[in-house]
């Protein structure tokens, strides 16, 4: 009996074509054995030597598929059996499930080519796939992939599609969303009152584009979900569809049929074309050129701003679609906005108000997703703005060193707003896609049922359930109850500690004997003395834990939520605070009753206070007169780097900025330079310069912070980090005093990356500050 072999890889292995090429390299080197899918990831039985063994391993390691990503590999000599050929064999799910689940995957060039190729048999296939692109995470039910456990079931493969999948030559061999004409995927387009326009694919394709033409709002099922859109070039057409999503102000994303049309109207990097052309397909932020060749309706897409988001089509219908209208679409989220997206048939009714017509077709969405969001900065990898479809959920395993049954379970569900849970199971650690604002009643159904869900699908028994310190989060009173049924700890965990903990391990810096400065900038997050933070300094020892050292000089925090909606509020804090003789001036922005209302309210002894200095960027906005209400989170940062960038465009970066000119570099802390700032902009300086010399000047007390400390290496993390301008000025300044920046690499720097730290946090025991309930 020959000596018989098992290699056991884990990771995400599955759902990329891992089997077919594990059988073509076996059969090249006439190896027998078999290859199967299981709930701990592939498994390889070989006949052979331990050479050849060893060498079969060590070329499947380094030549794996593109799109796997191995997390951990035995071999291993196991009971002898004989075997007369390799074979593909089927999955087995008498495990426990230790795989990461496979991103969506783009469109790839031969299936484009398939669906654009005349007599193709797929010609003109809207979802057309092999085994290298396609639905995966968006339709898996249960473990492992195959096609019985996802919403392809539901599909039976015609003779032809039957050949290809048990063909080795062919690259639809063993792809489990493979279907064609004969016996794959039908598509309606119906009218919001349910009655058909047409079912033809032809037909559907032709009537979509003559609603487009016509001004008209077409929601299509997607990868992940329904996309709202129209053409980008009918400025009527993108109104009509702000009022009706009530979205008045906020970027729409628009989707090009190629990168010709695309590179008409923006300025299209390396970077970002890479991107765009990726398996993943984010939407990517953009400069815009003055005169988009398209003729976009620029000022209706992305009011006052100088950049927009863009992405290809990266599922086939969008190609089909794209190809004959022969320019550019808005294609937003489907949903209202701060509601979840749409993604069933039984919630349409839900944009019967906003679409003129659905496009929708019979496979099953099982989870659903926004598209990732990307922007560029003098950075290697891009800014996370997004990490949803294409991305999520896979994450590398974390505790290499140690037996991955070993690890125990635990759960963390993250922070409010840019929600996203995580559980560490077995070392490997599932980090959800984004799932919006826990603020809205709809998306916390949502929330819960995924991660009751989640829970499920890898029999998963939490050792505790971690969540944020803050007492209002629906996260925390969720965390409490899951905690209590599964009679396990509730660990509360700081939210600005968990943002730095995400970017330590991100950066391999959890075990780092040196001393590393974080600087964790964002709106808001609840401290441990009660107050609201958001622009914290901390400092991170392997022996001695997280430590805050510092923060931006707090200013008074009123009316809650309002104040985030009314950079007005924070001009007014910033002034009564940091030059109390020039807050009169502001009373212009006010009503005549609540001018004095509000200044009462700052000067109450028993109001909170703030360090955030995303509140800040919403001052120095509202002062530069850019911004005194806003539609949505985030849009007075955005303008104020808008402005900003505009005058960096003309002048240098190395000249000094407000904090530099006070020479406070003795105490970093001192809000001596926010007084020199508001009398600056009292004098009505430009918008533009106000607004460079501000990021110049948080620059500069990061650098002033980091020199005092005698720190070698910053690590960022928080929404304010989103500003892709502010960290290329960063990366530029710091670099030229030898101190290394350290910024995400796979998460956003937002909240999405709070239940990653959460985990982080709890595994590596970062501090004493936790709080168990």
Known sequence: MPETWCIRLRGQVQGVGFRPFVWKTATARRLCGQVSNGMGGVEVLLNGSREEALDFQRFILKNAPKGSRITAHTLAATHPQFFDQFSIRESTSDDEPLLLLSPDVALCPDCRLDVQTPGNRRAAYAFTTCTYCGPRFSIVETLPYDRENTTMRDFDLCPDCLREYNDPADRRFFGQTNSCPACGIQMRLIRPNGTEIAHEATDVVEKTLEIWQTGGIVAIKGIGGYLLTCDATN???????????????????LMYPGVKSLGGDVFLGKKALNALQSPVAPIVLVPVKKRPASGIAGAEIAPKLDQIGVMLPYAPLFVLLLEKFGRPIVAT???????????????????????DAFLTHNRRISMPQDDSVFTFAATRRPIVLRRSRGLAPAFTRINKGSSPRATPDVLALGAEMKAAFALGYHGNWFLSQYLGDLSDFDTQQRYEALVRRTLRQFSAQPVAVLADVHPAYFTTGLGKQLAHELNVPFVQIQHHEAHFAAVLSENGLIKSRKPVLGVIWDGTGYGHDGQIWGGEFFSYHAEEGIKRIGHFPFFPFILGDKMAREPRLSALAFCQTFAPEKAEKLAPKFTAPEWPLYTKMLNDTRKMTTSSVGRAFDAVASLLGLADKVSYEGEAALLLETAARRFFQRHST????????????????????????????????????????????????????????????????????????????????????????????????NDENISFGQLTYHSAHLSSLLTHH
């Open 654 to 749: 190395t000249q000094k900025g407000y904090f530099a000119k006070t020479n406070n570099d003795n105490d970093p802390f001192s809000p001596q330079w926010l007084t020199f700032l508001l009398e600056d902009m009292q004098q009505q300086p430009s918008p533009e310069r106000g607004a460079a010399l501000f990021h110049l000047s948080l620059v500069e007390m990061v650098a002033a912070v980091a020199i005092r400390g005698g720190f070698e290496t910053v690590a960022f993390s928080g929404g304010v980090f989103q500003n892709a301008l502010l960290v290329s000025l960063l990366q530029q300044h710091l670099k030229k005093m030898n101190i290394k920046p350290c910024f995400h690499q796979e998460l956003s720097p």
């Open 333 to 355: 989220s489907g949903n209202i906005s701060g509601a979840p997206i749409v993604f069933q048939e039984t919630d349409l009714s839900q944009l019967s108000d906003v679409a």
């Open 235 to 253: 400025a009527l057409a993108i109104s009509t569809l702000r009022q009706r999503k009530k979205r008045p102000t906020k970027p729409f994303a």
